[in-house]
């Protein structure tokens, strides 16, 4: 099992930006799909954006394309999620995935591919 912690979260104007950190442990990081998610109040979890093991394949969600960036550092054990241009409808819970077979050219987009949640960090976007 890998614990995953995500930081970095929080209350910003429309327009802003933050940057989202997903810091890996507990296991290997070596061939593992990561995956960002979010899910604001009532409402089902939605595919954000993955990341391959190797960094040379990203996908996003067409709502977040152009303006939020997902990268990793493997020797860090960590995910990133650059958010930029942000909009009150980008309000939400933000959860990092990881999916822990090892694959490492793949990215995957839905929620039961993923083996491993962090617990999430909250982003408000004020209008």
């Known amino acids: 099992q890998v614990q995953l912690v995500e930081s970095g979260g929080g209350l910003v104007q429309a327009g802003g930006s933050l940057r989202l950190s997903c810091a890996a442990s507990g296991r290997t990081f070596s061939g593992y799909g990561m995956g960002w998610f979010r899910q604001a109040p009532g409402k089902e979890r939605d595919f954000v954006a993955a990341?391959?093991?190797?960094?040379?394949?990203?996908f996003y969600a067409d709502s977040v394309k152009g303006r939020f960036t997902i990268s990793r550092d493997n020797a860090k054990n960590t995910v990133y999620l650059q958010m930029n241009s942000l909009k009150p409808e980008d309000t939400a819970v933000y959860s990092c995935?990881?999916?822990?077979?090892?694959?490492?050219?793949?990215?995957?987009?839905?929620?039961?591919?993923?083996?491993?949640w962090g617990q999430g960090t909250q982003v408000t976007v004020s209008s």
């Open positions: 990341i391959s093991w190797s960094g040379g394949n990203t």
């Open positions: 995935a990881a999916r822990t077979t090892y694959d490492p050219v793949r990215v995957y987009f839905r929620v039961s591919e993923y083996t491993d």
